[in-house]
């Protein structure tokens, strides 16, 4: 089935610091999305992309997708400690239809 | 508030025991999703349901089952609880099903704690 790689799995950062997170599949994407959860949280979407090439900035993060849609990463620039979280990327299945998840990238932030 | 609703938010029960984890969707929403994270795991796609009608299956135990009413809220029942159960359970709903791009709205989950 449709699997969903991320890495790194946790990245630990002094605050200031940059930091990336990249999703690869091994079949084309019709789009992908990333969600974020805080500790003790739920996860919460933040963006969706499904062009290829797409890129969108949100404040301090950029999402790509790539020109093959099948991968993506999420860069956060200047990180600070409420970026802490593990950050998800998602992708639906263009043959079951089930959205499936990355394993995530926990985020730790040093103040 | 997400707007998706879980209850209970906290459960702890013996293994071997039945218990019902129900969710109400955000309004408007048909379609909703369970998901399981274990601890320091990702989110595992349990089973969706789009309208009362179960539109996709993931790695959900036969010990497991779900059903969507008509009121649209969503019940998952896990039975012959084990140790390995343990864990937190996303109810997620969204707008439209199918291969459209649907974004997921999560509830704030139901903690199963398993002794």
């Known amino acids: 089935g449709q699997q969903v790689m991320q890495i790194p799995q946790y990245q630990h950062v002094q605050e200031g610091e940059d930091f990336t997170t990249y999703c690869n599949s091994s079949t084309t994407l019709s789009n992908i999305q990333w969600y974020k959860q805080r500790p003790g949280g739920h996860p919460v979407f933040l963006i969706q992309?499904?062009?290829?090439?797409e890129v969108k900035k949100q404040k301090r993060l950029t999402f790509q997708f790539g020109e093959a849609k099948k991968n993506s990463s999420l860069h956060i620039t200047a990180t600070q400690t409420t970026d802490v979280g593990t950050y998800f990327c998602?992708?639906?299945?263009?043959?079951?239809?089930?959205?499936?998840f990355g394993q995530g990238t926990t985020l730790q932030v040093k103040p | 508030d997400s707007g998706v609703t879980q209850t209970p938010k906290h459960l702890i029960t013996a293994t071997g025991q039945r218990v019902t984890l129900r969710c109400s969707p955000r309004s408007g929403d048909l379609s909703v999703y369970w998901y399981q994270q274990s601890l320091d795991q990702g989110l595992q796609f349990l089973i969706q349901?789009?309208?009362?009608?179960?539109?996709a299956k993931g790695n959900i135990l036969e010990r497991f089952s779900a059903q969507q009413f008509p009121d649209l809220h969503s019940e998952l029942n896990l039975s012959s609880l084990e140790l390995g159960d343990s864990a937190l359970y996303f109810c997620?709903?969204?707008?439209?099903?199918?291969?459209?791009?649907?974004?997921?709205?999560f509830g704030a989950g139901s903690r199963l704690t398993v002794l």
């Open positions: 998602a992708a639906r299945s263009s043959n079951t239809g089930k959205l499936i």
């Open positions: 349901y789009y309208n009362g009608e179960e539109r």
């Open positions: 992309l499904v062009k290829s090439g």
């Open positions: 997620a709903s969204s707008v439209a099903a199918g291969a459209g791009a649907n974004v997921l709205t």
